[in-house]
């Protein structure tokens, strides 16, 4: 958690007297996210809820509502900004919450985002652009039980679901939902159908760190929504290099495998196995080494049986000692826990989480897609003349 020095963040206690605390909360469990709002709203004395409403964004506008406990205070529109609703979300956010903050009549302010909108972002917007007047003092991400694993295994495009934030948004439903439940370090449980062991198992491994409120408890849910926020570690969380990545479980027929090896990845065979391997597991997450692209920490990430690979930028091993210095601490101490005398930070570290996990069979596929002895024999050298079988994901032609 950060502590009150820190600016755009607040320590346990709140964002202090002359700052508005603000508790963002977010998901696409429409339901549970209204109710956790709901219960925020009578849970601390003098809070208020500011909603955008961007199902509006075709008409060009952006609905904003603010209201409280007792009913809505005031609404407004934004107008449509370069055609991205969540553009338009931006710009107006934290001019609204600074003129609450002005007024002096609230204690916190609630941002409930709207369906599709990431934590992530608005998290980063009202830290960097809140000043002295807004402290971010909480993300929390509401959540069914019972709705988690068919959320994350709808591959459908936010698009067709309604719910794009803007004509270019090529986002899923599974994989902005897997992100939304593992940015915050609070998951609020919301009553709707009661969820099973599985599905509180799979919430378990799926974000095995996070705090889980339930919203039928007042004080606690107030007390998550008023105890600090680091936004540096929850971006740090989520980078493919220092990802705090879930551990080896396996509880109620869901289970989760860890794989970690300091040998490249074949690039063919590998790209030969890549819908097997993300349609194994409702859930994977991690990075990877390609022996033709030895410099290259590569990020994998795939939900709804969709993956995205894509460059996370150089791994430390291939920086010049200059550039160490340039690099945050968690990043170094995160390669310091894969160095390979010969390799350095290289590795392959991928997390596959789902109910009914065939293990045996994840891990043979995995270990076919590894150089062979001979193959890594080698060496680098020959790894680079490998055909490439990446390019076409990796670098598209514009």
């Not at 994989?175 to 799979?202: C, F, I, K, S």
């Not at 869901?254 to 030969?272: D, K, Q």
């Amino acid at each position: 958690m950060g502590g009150p020095s820190r600016k755009g963040a607040a320590g346990p206690g709140g964002g202090g007297a002359d700052r508005l605390s603000v508790v963002i909360v977010g998901g696409l469990h429409s339901d549970a996210r209204r109710t956790t709002v709901e219960r925020l709203l009578h849970a601390v004395p003098g809070s208020v809820a500011l909603h955008h409403d961007l199902a509006s964004a075709a008409e060009g506008t952006v609905r904003r509502t603010v209201r409280d406990a007792g009913g809505v205070l005031d609404t407004g529109e934004a107008p449509l900004a370069n055609d991205c609703a969540c553009c338009a979300l931006r710009e107006d956010l934290v001019p609204e919450l600074e003129r609450l903050a002005a007024g002096r009549t609230c204690r916190l302010a609630v941002v409930e985002l709207w369906d599709s909108v990431e934590p992530k972002a608005m998290a980063e917007v009202v830290t960097a652009c809140g000043g002295e007047e807004l402290a971010l003092t909480g993300v929390l991400t509401a959540v069914d039980p019972a709705l988690l694993l068919p959320y994350l295994g709808c591959g459908d495009d936010l698009a067709e679901a309604g719910l794009a934030a803007a004509a270019s948004d090529q986002r899923t439903v599974a994989d902005t939902w897997a992100r939304q439940l593992e940015y915050p370090p609070v998951l609020a449980l919301a009553p709707g159908e009661e969820g099973d062991a599985a599905d509180l198992a799979l919430l378990a491994q799926l974000h095995p760190t996070a705090r889980l409120v339930d919203v039928g408890s007042p004080g606690e849910l107030a007390g998550a929504a008023l105890a600090g926020f680091d936004v540096e570690a929850a971006a740090a969380r989520q980078h493919p290099a220092c990802a705090l990545l879930p551990q080896e479980a396996d509880a109620d027929g869901v289970g989760t495998l860890v794989w970690h090896r300091t040998r490249p990845f074949h690039p063919a065979r590998l790209y030969a196995a890549l819908e097997d391997l993300t349609c194994a597991a409702a859930r994977s997450r991690g990075r990877f080494w390609l022996a033709d692209r030895p410099d290259t920490l590569l990020s994998w990430d795939a939900a709804g049986g969709a993956l995205c690979v894509e460059s996370a930028g150089p791994w430390l091993a291939a920086l010049p000692d200059a550039a160490w210095d340039l690099v945050p601490p968690v990043r170094r101490a995160a390669a310091a826990l894969d160095w390979h005398p010969e390799h350095g930070d290289r590795a392959q570290h991928l997390v596959f989480t789902s109910p009914g996990l065939d293990r045996d069979g994840l891990l043979s596929l995995l270990e076919s897609c590894l150089l062979t002895d001979e193959e890594y024999a080698g060496g680098p050298g020959a790894w680079k003349r490998l055909a490439p079988a990446f390019d076409a994901l990796l670098d598209p032609v514009p």
